[in-house]
């Protein structure tokens, strides 16, 4: 579940980040998701993690803060105290059609670009994960991942490159030249 949460929490914020034109540190959001989780043990509260989907909403409908949380508690009670009987009609697939949305708004298509220029491995290695968590669910395609991943550092660490260095005519400096190894 640590592992969930925490990359969860880590590929939300670095998703938006990226978006927002700012930058995030790793260690500082696993410091504070673990002083949150610390919190919530104490006080025997929930487990806590972030929610990609209502970030997307939030940010789809112009939020800059975290005063859209507050909001959206204040919402969210009303509609429990006074609108109960209006939601109990409100039609489930316009709810799915909010989450499905939401979810859109979470896929970086520049970086499956990005990742296709840099190594098509790396970019099978996210579509498979992609797949991985639409099709068996979100910890299994986690684990995909790991295992595919483990298997691609393998196989590139038991066919390193070669490097040979000499001189070139009409250059002052050696150079060196990268070969892959064919056996």
């Given at each position: 579940?640590?592992?969930?949460?925490?990359?969860?929490?880590?590929?939300?914020?670095?998703?938006?980040a990226?978006?927002?034109?700012?930058?995030?540190?790793?260690?500082?959001?696993?410091?504070?998701?673990?002083?949150?989780?610390?919190?919530?043990?104490?006080?025997?509260?929930?487990?806590?993690?972030?929610?990609?989907?209502?970030?997307?909403?939030?940010?789809?409908?112009?939020?800059?803060?975290?005063?859209?949380?507050?909001?959206?508690?204040?919402?969210?009670?009303?509609?429990?105290?006074?609108?109960?009987?209006?939601?109990?009609?409100?039609?489930?697939?316009?709810?799915?059609?909010?989450?499905?949305?939401?979810?859109?708004?979470?896929?970086?298509?520049?970086?499956?670009?990005?990742?296709?220029?840099?190594?098509?491995?790396e970019?099978?290695?996210?579509?498979?994960?992609?797949?991985?968590?639409?099709?068996?669910?979100?910890?299994k395609?986690?684990?995909?991942?790991?295992?595919?991943?483990?298997a691609?550092?393998?196989?590139?660490?038991a066919?390193?490159?070669?490097?040979?260095?000499?001189?070139?005519?009409g250059?002052?400096?050696?150079t060196?030249?990268?070969?892959?190894?064919?056996?």
């Amino acid at each position: 579940m640590l592992l969930v949460g925490y990359t969860d929490n880590v590929l939300t914020g670095r998703a938006f980040a990226i978006r927002g034109g700012y930058s995030t540190d790793a260690n500082q959001e696993f410091l504070a998701l673990g002083a949150a989780n610390v919190g919530a043990g104490l006080f025997q509260g929930f487990p806590v993690s972030s929610s990609g989907s209502r970030t997307a909403i939030g940010e789809s409908a112009g939020a800059r803060t975290q005063l859209r949380s507050l909001v959206a508690v204040v919402c969210v009670v009303i509609v429990l105290l006074f609108l109960r009987p209006v939601l109990a009609d409100f039609p489930i697939p316009a709810l799915g059609a909010i989450v499905i949305y939401a979810a859109t708004r979470l896929v970086d298509v520049h970086g499956f670009r990005r990742l296709a220029r840099f190594r098509r491995s790396e970019l099978l290695l996210a579509v498979v994960t992609l797949a991985g968590v639409l099709v068996f669910d979100i910890l299994k395609g986690i684990v995909i991942a790991v295992v595919i991943s483990a298997a691609e550092m393998l196989r590139r660490v038991a066919r390193p490159h070669d490097a040979i260095q000499g001189h070139v005519a009409g250059l002052a400096c050696m150079t060196s030249t990268i070969i892959r190894r064919l056996g």
